[in-house]
């Protein structure tokens, strides 16, 4: 065989080893790309028709057009009216979830790095145990806790309805088994030959934790605290429960309870304009820290 055959024998085996363009795969690629518009339409036509409906009149509200005419941003004025307490809502939605979320990252570090270095034989018990606690309905563990913040227990005498620690301790038992459960998978996957040879360059145990190990956990830390705070900031049912007095409610219960002019109408624009508000942050947050997120749900170890 010459050199040229052999050049031309080449080229056909590229040749046939190319995937088929034919009609089956065409018609796979548009299904595939029908699939995705379906589930984008599926995400972004609420939060469409929720700006919408914000910028419509108020005497619109139960306008079904989908193009509000004439645009109208009188409802985000009315948002904040003192009446409604939006704005000391946001703030204190603002301390309850960024409080949860460093409180849950601090515990939930500590103890996911026990589990992924330390050795016992209740290790997996133990982390079986503490993703079973993430599984109990919320609501189940309202009337205990209730009981217990209202005073009812002798053997606990502390009543801490409408204060801070009511809305942020109940939290923490939700936030933290999702951290514990992520970061020990984390850290479990960091070699440990890393903090031996900082221990040999004369680090201490600690020192080579916070100096080698914390920051190349920075992705799986980060992707925790993200998923932590939007979902203690949309938390709807503690916070409903345990603030009871307009000074201590959430944003998402401050909507709730917004009331139209003449207190039994549903100032539907209103409600929509608020949630444009506390919806556009998160998603402005997500969007700009979207690398970092899928960072640190994909990365597993030092490559």
Known sequence: ????????????????????????????????????LLIILYCVLPFYWMIVSSLRLPTEGRDTTFWPDPV???????????????????LNSLIVSLTTTLLTLLLGILGAYALARLRFWAKGLVLSIIIACSMFPG??????????????????????????????????????????????????????????????????????????????????????????????WNEFMIALTFATRQEMYTAVVSISKF???????????TIMAAGVLITVPLIVGVLIFQRRIVAGLTAGGVK
């Open 1 to 36: 065989m010459t050199t040229a055959q052999s050049h031309v024998t080449k080229e056909e085996i590229a040749v046939l080893s190319k995937p088929s363009r034919g009609g089956r795969y065409w018609m796979s690629q548009i299904g595939i790309a029908l699939g995705m």
């Open 72 to 90: 109208s941003f009188e409802n985000y004025p009315a948002v904040f009216d003192p009446a409604n307490g939006f704005g000391q809502a946001l």
């Open 139 to 232: 609501i189940t563990l309202l009337i205990p806790l209730f009981k217990m913040f209202t005073g009812a227990y002798s053997w606990m005498p502390i009543n801490w309805m409408n204060t801070y620690q009511a809305l942020i301790i109940p939290s923490l038992s939700f936030g933290l088994p999702l951290a514990v459960w992520n970061l020990t998978a984390f850290f479990r996957q960091l070699p440990v030959e890393l903090e031996q040879a900082a221990m040999v360059d004369g680090c201490t145990p600690g020192q080579a934790f916070r100096k080698i190990i914390l920051p190349l956990a920075a992705p799986g830390v980060f992707t925790t605290a993200i998923i932590t705070f939007i979902a203690v």
């Open 259 to 269: 009331t139209g002019a003449y207190g039994y109408d549903t100032p539907w624009g």
